[in-house]
């Protein structure tokens, strides 16, 4: 079983940036898909980004529009989460998971993104 855990979470004012970073355990990692998804508080858990085994292939929620870049290391078993011009909205816990199939079978415990206003 996959170990994810995600790192880079803080408070930052609106406009701001952060980088979230997902580190997996095993080998294989570049095996799977890997995405960003996030919950903020009384609200479901919504998908935020995806990326392909290579890293060449990409989706984002309608939300992010632009503003969020997902990307991956494989070579550091590692997939990032680029967030620029942040808004109030943003605030959530993001979480990383893991693809297999058609389900995500194996998720982070998640990282605290506050933006204040």
């Known amino acids: 079983q996959v170990q994810l855990v995600e790192s880079g979470g803080g408070l930052v004012q609106a406009g701001g940036s952060l980088t979230l970073s997902c580190a997996a355990s095993?080998?294989?990692?570049?095996?799977?898909?890997m995405a960003w998804f996030r919950q903020a508080p009384g609200k479901d858990r919504e998908f935020v980004a995806s990326v392909s085994w290579s890293g060449g292939s990409t989706s984002y929620a309608d939300f992010v529009k632009g503003r969020f870049t997902i990307s991956r290391d494989n070579a550091k078993n590692t997939v990032y989460l680029r967030l620029n011009s942040l808004k109030p909205e943003d605030t959530a816990v993001y979480y990383c998971?893991?693809?297999?199939?058609?389900?995500?079978?194996?998720w982070g415990q998640g990282t605290q993104v506050t933006v204040s206003s």
């Open positions: 095993g080998r294989t990692f570049s095996s799977y898909y």
């Open positions: 998971a893991r693809r297999n199939g058609p389900q995500y079978d194996s």
